[in-house]
């Protein structure tokens, strides 16, 4: 059964940063793209980052460039997503995705078959 877990999320103040994790099992990580997708209040789905399974990454969005950035580690079979110099604008929830296939979708593909719950950040003061 494939499964995505997301964790790490929480409050934080604004400029600090947060490490998410994209825990997978039923399938391995390494052979496949997995992104990363945030969706605040009153707002749509937005695109952030896709690592495929070569390790290429795919930057959607010019928001969290130079801030965030996404990993994996194969062994623990999880994909990461490094978040610093948080803003407030980051606050919502963020969740991971797969279709289980070696690369990455474009920025406005939002039909994946298998999605996180999702893990809640909030940056405030």
């Known amino acids: 059964q494939v499964q995505l877990v997301e964790s790490g999320g929480g409050l934080v103040q604004p400029g600090g940063s947060l490490r998410l994790s994209c825990a997978a099992s039923?399938?391995?990580?390494?052979?496949?793209?997995i992104g990363w997708y945030r969706e605040a209040p009153g707002k749509g789905r937005e695109a952030l980052l896709c690592?495929?399974?070569?390790?290429?990454?795919?930057n959607y969005t010019d928001s969290v460039k130079g801030r965030f950035t996404i990993s994996r580690d194969n062994a623990k079979n999880t994909v990461y997503l490094q978040m610093n110099s948080l803003k407030p604008e980051d606050t919502a929830v963020y969740y991971c995705?797969?279709?289980?296939?070696?690369?990455?979708?474009?920025?406005?593909?939002?039909?994946?078959?298998?999605w996180g719950q999702g893990t809640q950040v909030t940056v405030s003061s």
């Open positions: 995705a797969t279709d289980l296939i070696p690369r990455c979708r474009g920025r406005w593909y939002f039909a994946y078959e298998y």
């Open positions: 039923g399938f391995s990580l390494d052979a496949y793209a």
């Open positions: 690592i495929s399974s070569r390790d290429d990454v795919a």
